[in-house]
């Protein structure tokens, strides 16, 4: 009875969702068309405050979520086993990804939006330093300015750091337990301000479109967003279908009987758009379902809605390189190259919930200043791809979970035969 009633629920606040971001998109549509000055200046007023606020929200998700997984790391034997085993396979499916994203890239590379009048030229300005100068810019010289500057790879590097070093403070003392409770609370605080900005979201649809569709009016093609999209779509279905399967049937696994057992959790996952809202799930079901130790998935598991990340590395590369060629930027072997790895890096340090890589992706060029007005073309149409984004998350990370419990139950069976 009351999975009916989670069930039904969870239908009815799809359906409400879709409804009011359809209506955004129409109301958006014509408030474009009607073009009148007063309610443009409200649009291109709404427009910035959500961008202001996406900028906001993301680097502190990205920071707390880094430390948060790292600090929780156990020193005993077992959990070092089980972390090694969920690092590589984690790093392994995602630098995939993004190398699907960039094959797809590569051969079918979308054409540039024309849009007039509204982005500053910046290709002299970016390409007036080398990526070895980016490289050195990562590093930080001090605590405060990555997070001033938005430069979401220092902030990447800082978490890192102090989360890594939380996990080797004396188990002895209790300010290790002090900082975990610190960070895990801070997490909550900040995903509590991610969902209330997704309730408002439809506003900020209606913003970005109502700007597009004014753009649209006055001239801009729009004919490379098909490609793009597509693109994105077909990347993510192709490590959906093709890559984790692989990955399963080398380790002895049947994908389709894994994944009838995770089907409540990918369900969900698609409906919700948060690995972290589906991680109660996923859980249950990779232990009920799937037979997997406890030890395992209880470990596993929320240490891969963080930074498991398949369809993000995927969006990232993509949205990120195609926005960098549309400003001007020459995207060659060495910039493919290099995002592939970015991308799986900042995949990594993406938050579980709702367009955590929308706030990420948009992060990530602004800390390089390039234009990110087509975020807000790509925002209504988000929802769609967040959707197949979050069910690949969740089909990756059941996916992790269930090839490291098979190999730590291999590792316990050679022990026990010593």
Not at 82 to 91: D, G, M, P
Not at 115 to 134: E, Q, R, W
Not at 340 to 345: G, P, V
Request: aromatic fraction near 10%.
């Amino acid at each position: 009875m009351d999975k009916k009633i989670l069930a039904a629920g969870m239908q009815k606040g799809f359906v409400g969702v879709v409804v009011a971001y359809f209506l955004a998109i129409a109301l958006g549509i014509l408030a474009g068309i009607w073009e009148n000055h007063y309610l443009m200046i409200v649009v291109q007023f709404i427009s910035t405050v959500f961008i202001r606020l996406f900028k906001f929200l993301s680097i502190p998700i990205i920071c707390v979520s880094i430390i948060s997984s790292l600090s929780t790391l156990s020193q005993n034997n077992e959990s070092a086993k089980i972390f090694r085993h969920t690092i590589f396979y984690t790093l392994s499916t995602t630098i995939l990804a993004a190398c699907v994203a960039a094959s797809l890239y590569v051969l079918f590379t979308p054409a540039n939006v024309a849009v007039t009048g509204t982005a500053p030229d910046i290709s002299n300005k970016l390409g007036s330093h080398s990526y070895l100068d980016y490289v050195e810019s990562i590093v930080p010289d001090n605590f405060i300015t990555p997070f001033q500057t938005a430069n979401v790879l220092s902030v990447l590097l800082i978490a890192a750091a102090v989360g890594i070093a939380i996990a080797k403070m004396p188990r002895e003392s209790k300010n290790q337990d002090l900082m975990i409770t610190f960070f895990k609370a801070s997490q909550d605080v900040l995903f509590t301000l991610v969902n209330w900005l997704i309730v408002v979201l439809p506003i900020g649809i209606f913003a970005f479109v109502a700007s597009l569709a004014q753009e649209v009016s006055h001239g801009v093609s729009l004919g490379g967003l098909g490609t793009y999209f597509a693109l994105v779509i077909s990347a993510i279905l192709i490590q959906m279908f093709i890559v984790i399967p692989a990955f399963l049937m080398f380790k002895g696994f049947n994908p389709i009987k894994v994944a009838k057992g995770m089907l409540p959790a990918l369900a969900l996952a698609f409906f919700s758009k948060s690995s972290a809202a589906t991680l109660p799930v996923t859980m249950r079901c990779a232990q009920q379902n799937l037979g997997e130790k406890p030890q395992v998935a209880q470990f596993v598991l929320p240490m891969c809605t963080t930074i498991n990340m398949n369809g993000c590395a995927a969006f990232i590369f993509l949205t990120v390189v195609y926005l960098m060629q549309n400003a001007g930027l020459d995207i060659h072997p060495g910039v493919i190259v290099a995002w592939i790895f970015i991308a799986t890096l900042a995949a990594i340090g993406n938050a579980g919930v709702p367009m955590g890589c929308f706030f990420l992706s948009a992060s990530l060029l602004a800390s390089m200043n390039v234009p990110i007005l087509l975020m807000g073309v790509i925002l209504p149409f988000y929802a769609v791809v967040d959707m197949i984004e979050t069910s690949l998350n969740v089909w990756s990370d059941s996916s992790v979970s269930a090839m490291v419990d098979k190999d730590m139950k291999e590792l316990d069976a050679v022990m026990a035969a010593k």
